[in-house]
C-alpha cells in the first residue's frame, strides 16, 4: 500500500482516487472546493495551490503524487496561476518539509507545435506558438528537471460523459475541412484514469519509466471523417465541405506506441469504439 496525494481532483482526479484507493492505497486528494460527499475510503484537504498558507496542512510522508490540474480558463493569466505559481509553491512547500515523492504530471499534446500533419511522439520538438502551451511546456521542463523519477503524461483530446463536444456539433450539420485532412486525436476518459494508474502500479513493481509518455489511442482520424461517421450514426445531416486554402495548417498525429509497449491496453482504441457507448443509450 502506498501513500498518494492527487493534487487537482476534477472528474479524472476524482476517478483516480477511486481506483486507486479501491485498490488499497492510502489516498489524499487536494482541490481547492472537495465536493460535499465523497466515498469514505479516501480523504480530501481543501487548497488552492497558487496560496502557499493553504498548503501547510500537507503531510511530509507520500510516497508518490499525481497532479492533475487544469486552468480554470483559456487565457495567459490562468495558465501562469497553474503552471507556475501553483507549481512553485508546491515545489517549496514539499522541499521545505523534505518530501521527495516523484510526481507523476498530467500534460497535453497541446505542447506539439507541428502543423502540417506529421507524427508526433514523446521525442518530437515541443514548440508551440500559443503562450499558454509554452507555460505547459515550462512546466514540463521543471518537472523533468527536479526530479528524473518524476514522468509526464501527454493525453490528447479527452472524451467521454459530460464532454461530448463533438456529438453536439455533429448535429448542427458543421462545415468541416476535408483536404488536406485536419487530423484529431483523442483519448477516452476512463483510459486516462486507467493509464494513470497503469503507470503507478509499473513503478511499484520496479519497472524503471520513461520521463514522458503520449497519452492517445491508436486512431489519430481525419475531422472530416469523424463527424461523417458520427452524423450517420446519429441519423442527422452529413457536414457539410468546408473550403480552405492549399496552404491551411492541419493537426499533428499522436504515435503511443512508447505506452503500447511498456503494456498498456486501450478500453477505447479508436473514436468508434467510444463515441458509440456515448451514442447507443444518449442519442437514440
Avoid at 509554452?134 to 490528447?156: D, Y
Avoid at 514522458?212 to 489519430?220: K, V
Avoid at 503494456?263 to 477505447?268: A, R, S, V
Amino acid at each position: 500500500m502506498a501513500k498518494i496525494l492527487i493534487i487537482g481532483c476534477g472528474a479524472i482526479g476524482y476517478q483516480l482516487a477511486k481506483t486507486l484507493a479501491d485498490a488499497g492505497h492510502n489516498v489524499t486528494g487536494l482541490k481547492r472546493n472537495p465536493p460535499p460527499t465523497h466515498p469514505e475510503n479516501f480523504k480530501f484537504i481543501r487548497a488552492d495551490i497558487t496560496s502557499p498558507t493553504d498548503l501547510q496542512a500537507l503531510d511530509n510522508d507520500f510516497e508518490h503524487i499525481f497532479f492533475i490540474v487544469s486552468a480554470d480558463g483559456r487565457n495567459e493569466s490562468s495558465y501562469h496561476d497553474v503552471y507556475q505559481t501553483g507549481l512553485n509553491n508546491l515545489f517549496e512547500r514539499f522541499a521545505h518539509i523534505h518530501c521527495t515523492a516523484p510526481w507523476i504530471f498530467v500534460s497535453s499534446t497541446s505542447v506539439y507545435g507541428q502543423t502540417q500533419g506529421e507524427w508526433v511522439d514523446e521525442n518530437s520538438p515541443t514548440l508551440p506558438d500559443k503562450t499558454t502551451s509554452l507555460k505547459i511546456v515550462n512546466a514540463e521542463q521543471k518537472l523533468m528537471a527536479h526530479n528524473p523519477a518524476n514522468v509526464i503524461v501527454r493525453f490528447s483530446g479527452i472524451y467521454g460523459p459530460g464532454r461530448e463536444y463533438l456529438l453536439r456539433s455533429a448535429q448542427q450539420t458543421p462545415s468541416i475541412q476535408q483536404q488536406p485532412p485536419y487530423y484529431t486525436n483523442r483519448i477516452h476518459q476512463r483510459d486516462c484514469v486507467n493509464v494513470l494508474a497503469f503507470l503507478l502500479a509499473q513503478r511499484l513493481a520496479g519497472v524503471k519509466l520513461e520521463q514522458c509518455y503520449l497519452a492517445s489511442d491508436n486512431d489519430p482520424a481525419p475531422m472530416w471523417d469523424v463527424i461523417t461517421w458520427m452524423t450517420d450514426k446519429l441519423n442527422c445531416t452529413p457536414p457539410t465541405v468546408k473550403i480552405t486554402a492549399a496552404d491551411c495548417d492541419m493537426n499533428k498525429r499522436c504515435r503511443n506506441n512508447r505506452l503500447k509497449n511498456l503494456g498498456y491496453k486501450f478500453i477505447y482504441p479508436d473514436f468508434k469504439t467510444g463515441y458509440l457507448e456515448l451514442i447507443e443509450p444518449n442519442y437514440r
